[in-house]
């Protein structure tokens, strides 16, 4: 099993910065896959940000520019950094992670990935 922490979430004025964390756990290394994925009220989730662990990354075409996904040294830590944060990025943010080495979607459909964390509410106020 996989566990997944997420930190670093809060409110913010638009224009803001934040940088959320993921602290991976458990079977960690297995993992080849991980991101952020993001839930506002009333709306479905929206992978926002994926990661290939010491590779590739991808990013919905709504935080393109703006979102920056890395992960740390030891791959146990996963970061989000959020700039020029607009009120429509308000939601609950949630860390994702998958051991599959082939995904059958998008690898920043990370709603579709197995784990998951309990979440981080981000508020960006106008």
């Known amino acids: 099993q996989v566990q997944l922490v997420e930190s670093g979430g809060g409110s913010v004025q638009g224009g803001g910065s934040l940088r959320l964390s993921c602290a991976a756990s458990?079977?960690?290394?297995?993992?080849?896959?991980w991101g952020w994925f993001r839930q506002a009220p009333g709306k479905e989730r929206e992978g926002v940000a994926a990661?290939?662990?010491?590779?590739?990354?991808d990013y919905a075409d709504s935080v393109k520019g703006r979102f920056t996904i890395s992960e740390d040294n030891l791959k146990t830590t996963l970061y989000l950094q959020m700039d020029n944060l607009k009120p429509e990025d308000t939601a609950m943010y949630y860390c994702a992670a998958d051991r599959r080495a082939l995904i059958p979607f998008a690898m920043r459909e990370t709603n579709r990935y197995n784990y998951r964390g309990q979440g981080t509410q981000v508020t960006v106020s106008s």
């Open positions: 990661l290939r662990r010491g590779g590739s990354t």
């Open positions: 458990g079977s960690a290394n297995s993992l080849v896959f």
